[in-house]
């Protein structure tokens, strides 16, 4: 660089030398007596101007090859991480408006990188906090970071570029990974027998640069505390049974004997069935309940056609509609096959069917249906009852959660029928969700795979 810079100024001090020393010797031409004179001093003086320039010029070439050399120094320090160093040009010129543009630049890089570091470290102390497993990996599915929560579940430290694989193996967990890196959606499972015979809620989120971050919450304290839920629930029920059958069939029997009952003990025994019986439908429902949540009842998925389906519903209730005077219609459904279990959408289908005729009006219709989607088939049933008001709609599927209980009890509902409903449409991997408007009547929907 300095050999470049000395020539490129001798060069321009010697045009300009000799531009001057033409001038002058064709200005003096016409003095030809006096040309050897000039001709012998115009020599003399262009070597000690080449002497002097060749001395500026290589000055000069000292002074900027110097000054450029602190900014190649400076950036070479830059790229090799050192966000500390600085060119301190302490001149005036282009050069020095270069160079302290260039140390401010590398001033607010300095600040920015640390300001990440803290931020980094921060994040890091945070997710260290965590009581939950995190592990980042990344496209190829290699360990880019794990907490310190993660480490202990493993019971080993985490290595960054180990193939998860070799500390996570179950195939639920590995699949929602993949699922997340192949479509870059959130991923959400429920993954039994993880890490130790634990069962973890995972959650996977993608990142930006292709990888993934995942969240292992671990849930067997709480799957404990709802499979003893569940056990206590279905035993109570279970032993109910016997005492609920034998009262209700001594009820029956005292009623339609032949000895003489006055009036309060008949009313008395009436009351005695309609209780025994509605207790021995809500044990049947919390029984049925129990199953369905426990994923004990193993459903024989099987390619079933909607219409069929929603003709079965329709014939079962025709006789209680009638006698309600309500009509059962069925709109045109997709001749698109369905993967369920005939029997368990049966119970869904007769749950929503039922409490349709319960809310239903007189001469009003109850209509029964299902819509082709893109990956799906959506079923839905429709009365025009009185609906549902708006601040109900989120716990109506929760169980026990009653819109008007007086009339649910005077109707003999046990408050479970939407529960059971949803359970056995989730264990399908479908969704239900309800719509309503006050005087509009409601309509429930709950969504099928295509089979």
């Known amino acids: 660089m300095k050999g470049r810079i000395f020539l490129k100024a001798l060069a321009a001090f010697a045009a300009v030398i000799v531009t001057m020393a033409f001038s002058i010797y064709f200005a003096a031409r016409n003095h030809s007596?006096?040309?050897?004179?000039?001709?012998?001093?115009?020599?003399?003086?262009?070597?000690?101007?080449?002497?002097?320039?060749?001395?500026?010029?290589?000055?000069?070439?000292?002074?900027v090859s110097a000054r450029f050399q602190r900014i190649v120094s400076f950036?070479?320090?830059?790229?090799?991480?050192?966000?500390?160093?600085?060119?301190?040009?302490?001149?005036?010129g282009e050069i020095a408006q270069v160079a302290a543009t260039l140390d401010r630049s590398a001033r607010r890089l300095e600040e920015s990188f640390t300001a990440l570091k803290e931020?980094?470290?921060?994040?890091?102390?945070?997710?260290?906090?965590?009581?939950?497993?995190v592990i980042a990996v990344s496209s190829d599915l290699k360990v880019l970071w794990a907490n310190h929560a993660m480490a202990d579940l493993v019971r080993h430290p985490v290595r960054a570029g180990t193939p998860v694989i070799e500390l996570v193996r179950h195939?639920?967990?590995?699949?929602?990974?993949?699922?997340?890196?192949a479509t870059g959606r959130r991923e959400s499972a429920i993954v039994p027998a993880l890490l130790g015979m634990k069962a973890f809620s995972v959650t996977v989120e993608p990142l930006p640069d292709g990888g993934a971050v995942s969240v292992l919450h671990d849930i067997s304290e709480i799957e404990r505390v709802e499979k003893t839920?569940?056990?206590?629930?279905a035993n109570v029920s279970h032993?109910?049974?016997?005492?609920?059958?034998?009262?209700?069939?001594?009820?029956e029997t005292l009623l339609d004997s032949e000895e003489p009952v006055n009036g309060n003990t008949r009313e008395f025994l009436q009351i005695i069935r309609r209780n025994a019986e509605r207790m021995g439908r809500l044990t049947e429902d919390l029984l049925v309940l129990a199953r369905v949540e426990s994923g004990e009842e193993k459903l024989d998925l099987q390619p079933c056609l909607p219409k069929r389906m929603l003709e079965e519903s329709a014939t079962a209730f025709q006789e209680s509609a009638r006698s309600a005077?309500?009509?059962?219609?069925?709109?045109?459904?997709?001749?698109?096959?369905?993967?369920?279990d005939s029997y368990a959408i049966q119970q869904v289908l007769a749950n929503l069917i039922s409490n349709a005729l319960r809310y239903a009006q007189n001469g009003k219709s109850i209509v029964l249906g299902a819509k082709e989607q893109r990956t799906h088939v959506e079923f839905f049933v429709r009365d025009a009852g009185p609906g549902i008001p708006s601040e109900h709609l989120p716990r109506i599927f929760e169980r026990f959660y009653r819109v008007d209980k007086a009339r649910s009890r005077e109707t003999g509902g046990t408050g479970l029928g939407l529960a059971i409903v949803k359970h056995i449409v989730l264990n399908h991997g479908g969704?239900?969700?309800?719509?309503?408007?006050i005087g509009h009547g409601s309509t429930f929907f709950f969504t099928l795979t295509k089979g």
């Open 33 to 63: 007596h006096e040309i050897n004179e000039i001709e012998g001093a115009l020599l003399r003086g262009a070597l000690l101007a080449l002497l002097i320039a060749g001395f500026l010029a290589a000055l000069i070439a000292q002074t």
């Open 75 to 92: 950036a070479e320090q830059l790229s090799k991480g050192n966000l500390q160093a600085r060119i301190g040009e302490d001149q005036d």
């Open 119 to 133: 931020s980094r470290a921060q994040l890091e102390v945070f997710l260290n906090s965590m009581n939950d497993g």
């Open 171 to 181: 195939p639920d967990f590995l699949n929602a990974l993949q699922t997340v890196l």
């Open 229 to 233: 839920r569940r056990d206590f629930i």
């Open 239 to 251: 032993e109910l049974r016997t005492p609920l059958t034998s009262i209700r069939g001594y009820a």
């Open 325 to 340: 005077d309500v009509q059962v219609l069925i709109d045109p459904a997709p001749d698109v096959p369905v993967m369920a």
């Open 431 to 437: 969704t239900v969700r309800v719509e309503s408007a």
